[in-house]
């Protein structure tokens, strides 16, 4: 098992329709621990942890995005930096 960390930002409309918990709900079923949080330029940064496989599924979900989201572009990095995080929470 390769446990692997994403740092995510997700840019376009996905603020106020629900895409943090679209992304939580995803995490979950994916067994990946993090966050998902609104940034103030209106972005979202998404920040998880798990299975490799599991991390690109997720990349793969924050680019289709929710049925309200009109997901732009999505800037990220999977790293070996595991922090050890554990649940998955919005903010």
């Given at each position: 098992m ?7 930002r997700?840019?376009g409309?996905?603020q106020?329709?629900?895409f943090?918990?679209f992304?939580?709900?995803?995490a979950?079923k ?5 966050y998902?949080k609104?940034l103030?330029?209106g972005?979202v940064?998404v920040?998880?942890e798990?299975e ?8 793969d ?5 929710n049925?309200y ?5 999505v ?5 070996d930096n ?8 919005t903010y």
């Open positions: 390769s446990l692997k960390r994403l740092d995510a997700v840019f409309f996905v106020g329709v629900g943090r918990y992304v939580r709900k995803n979950l994916l067994e990946l621990s993090g998902a609104n103030a330029d972005s940064e920040v998880a798990g490799e496989k599991n991390i690109l599924k997720l990349v979900l924050l680019k289709r995005g049925v989201s009109t997901v732009e572009s800037d990220y990095k999977i790293t595991v922090q050890g995080l554990s649940g998955f929470e």
